[in-house]
T-cell receptor
């Protein structure tokens, strides 16, 4: 069975500091990996996705993530956090089809301090 | 492009009544749509997979007679919560699969409150 672990329930980062959100996955085949962001009371917005190829993936809003197969990880990073980045972040894993189901991690709440 | 519209965004209903939530893909055809439920401060739990023109596939533990899903066209799927009770109060989110390698687009969610 596929699973996603986000070990940090919440993280506080100072504005302008760098950010790394951790994600580990378990999947029996080649995974498709996603990072989504959710603001309170809103749906999910895709930040970036990894299907194949270059293991360093660039996304929107200055985010990037690196796929490390040996560590079963797909950590999300941003070099300089803005106050507007405060939100809930979800890592997800799915199969190699846009019709397969996604399994989400429990999410990491990012708080940005002034 | 790739917009999924979900309505209503918020709904309050009385216990025992039914509520319908719509999920529309506005600029693409979605043969598969997914319905999730999210409890406060928790992750998304998949409820069912909706395939156009066929019966939905429900996840284990989800009551298919309570959560009726219809996917009558390539752009519309509906979730009807029947005989709603306060414990059905939650945030419901739909997503549409755009095909291989294209990923998924999520609706903005529906906050259901049953009083």
């Amino acid at each position: 069975a596929q699973s996603v672990t986000q070990p940090d329930i919440h993280i506080t980062v100072s504005e302008g500091a760098s950010l790394e959100l951790r994600c580990n996955y378990s999947y029996g085949a080649t995974p498709y990996l996603f990072w989504y962001v959710q603001s309170p009371g809103q749906g999910l917005q895709l930040l970036l996705k990894y299907f194949s190829g270059d293991t360093l993936v660039q996304g929107i809003k200055g985010f990037e993530a690196e796929f490390k197969r040996s560590q079963s990880s797909f950590n999300l990073r941003k070099p300089s956090v803005h106050w507007s980045d405060a939100a809930e972040y979800f890592c997800a894993v799915g199969g190699n089809s846009g019709y397969s189901t996604l399994t989400f991690g429990k999410g990491t709440m990012l708080l940005v301090s002034p | 492009g790739a917009v999924v519209s979900q309505h209503p965004s918020r709904v309050i209903c009385k216990s025992g009544t039914s509520v319908k939530i719509e999920c529309r893909s506005l600029d693409f055809q979605a043969t598969t749509m997914f319905w999730y439920r999210q409890f406060p401060k928790q992750s998304l739990m998949l409820m069912a997979t909706s395939n156009e023109g066929s019966k939905a596939t429900y996840e284990q533990g989800v009551e298919k007679d309570k959560f009726l899903i219809n996917h009558a066209s390539l752009t519309l799927s509906t979730l009807t919560v029947t005989s709603a009770h306060p414990e059905d109060s939650s945030f419901y989110i739909c997503s549409a699969g755009r095909g291989q390698y294209d990923g998924y687009t999520f609706g903005s969610g529906t906050r259901l409150t049953v009083v």
